[in-house]
T-cell receptor, first 110, second 113 residues
Framework: SQKIEQNSEALNIQEGKTATLTCNYT??????LQWYRQDPGRGPVFLLL?????KEKRKERLKVTFDTTLKQSLFHITASQPADSATYLC?????????FGAGTTVTVRA | DVKVTQSSRYLVKRTGEKVFLECVQD?????MFWYRQDPGLGLRLIYF???????EKGDIPEGYSVSREKKERFSLILESASTNQTSMYLC????????????FGPGTRLTVL
């Protein structure tokens, strides 16, 4: 069966450190992979997209890697700040729809 | 600024009631989606629509139906609400030109008593 797993439900880190989140998938062949941020009580907001033929993508302090051999994406938040505290969702795009992981909640301590 | 709006932020209904959740997008997107989100389970797709009057079942369509009479509006219907349908409901529209970036509404927190 198809499955998307994000490494852990919660990640606590010190301000200034790098947060690394993992997204693993099985039985998918996604055209691309996306990461979203969700704050409590709100809908997810798109952050980054990476295509299957791209190894790495950056946007400001965010970096995403995509390894289709390992079937894994890594999402990095560098120089983390308390404002980065949120739940981060990975999503695979295939057949005109997205399938989501359960998310990892990141808490950045000042 | 692109926008997806949902008719209610919070809703409380009784078991057996018919419930309508409405979603409107102003981006002229063809694809629209309804998800429910529960702790530990993530976002699960209920129904989606490619175009007006078109609908497709998602992963968990049982107990739900949808209506898409106009391009900008996608409604989710709970024919007879049950307590296990208590959840956060999220609507989204999809920008095919942006390779699948989805724009989400703020969500409706539905409680069925």
């Amino acid at each position: 069966s198809q499955k998307i797993e994000q490494n852990s439900e919660a990640l606590n880190i010190q301000e200034g450190k790098t947060a690394t989140l993992t997204c693993n998938y099985t039985n998918y062949s996604p055209a691309y992979l996306q990461w979203y941020r969700q704050d409590p009580g709100r809908g997810p907001v798109f952050l980054l997209l990476i295509r299957e033929n791209e190894k790495e993508k950056r946007k400001e302090r965010l970096k995403v890697t995509f390894d289709t051999t390992l079937k894994q994406s890594l999402f990095h938040i560098t120089a983390s700040q308390p404002a980065d505290s949120a739940t981060y969702l990975c999503a695979l795009y295939n057949d005109y729809k997205l399938s989501f992981g359960a998310g990892t909640t990141v808490t950045v301590r000042a | 600024d692109v926008k997806v709006t949902q008719s209610s932020r919070y809703l409380v209904k009784r078991t057996g009631e018919k419930v309508f959740l409405e979603c409107v997008q102003d981006m002229d997107h063809e694809n629209m989606f309804w998800y429910r989100q529960d702790p530990g389970l993530g976002l699960r797709l209920i129904y989606f629509s490619y175009d007006v009057k078109m609908k497709e079942k998602g992963d968990i369509p049982e107990g739900y139906s949808v209506s898409r009479e106009k391009k900008e509006r996608f409604s989710l219907i709970l024919e007879s609400a049950s307590t296990n349908q208590t959840s956060m409901y999220l609507c989204a529209s999809l920008n095919l030109e942006m390779r699948g970036e989805q724009f989400f509404g703020p969500g409706t927190r539905l409680t069925v008593l």
